[in-house]
């Protein structure tokens, strides 16, 4: 099982990014899909997942800016990103639990490796 994220990079304050992690080695449907973040010095937080049955979490630093949805058919979720702030900088994993969803990253079996985002002021 893999899942390999991609969309990262360095971004101005206010701008935009859309992140993207597609899954390989099993079908993820089912499967509640998360994006986390971590910045330099800082534990991993949540930022947002979505429900094999399509409920969301949403974490309040993001909410209003940041839009998790998922493509079954492409076994893939995304997360789209705007009005970025320097804040947002971190190194962004996506990942995949087979329960119901959940802001504890300990409940989640596969991670994917990172991107990078870098908001600059």
């Known amino acids: 099982v893999q899942l390999q994220a991609s969309g990262g990079g360095l971004v101005q304050a206010g701008g935009s990014l859309r992140l993207s992690c597609e899954a390989s080695?099993?079908?993820?449907?089912?499967?509640?899909l998360g994006w986390f973040r971590q910045a330099p010095g800082k534990e991993r937080e949540f930022v947002a997942c979505?429900?094999?049955?399509?409920?969301?979490l949403v974490a309040d630093s993001v909410k209003g800016r940041f839009t998790i949805s998922r493509d079954n058919a492409k076994n893939a979720v995304l997360l789209q990103m705007s009005m970025l702030t320097p804040d947002d900088t971190a190194v962004y994993y996506c990942?995949?639990?087979?329960?119901?969803?959940?802001?504890?990253?300990?409940?989640?079996?596969?991670w994917g490796q990172g991107t990078l985002v870098t908001v600059s002021s």
């Open positions: 990942a995949a639990d087979a329960g119901l969803p959940s802001t504890n990253p300990r409940r989640y079996d596969y």
């Open positions: 080695g099993r079908t993820f449907s089912m499967y509640t």
């Open positions: 979505i429900g094999g049955g399509g409920r969301l």
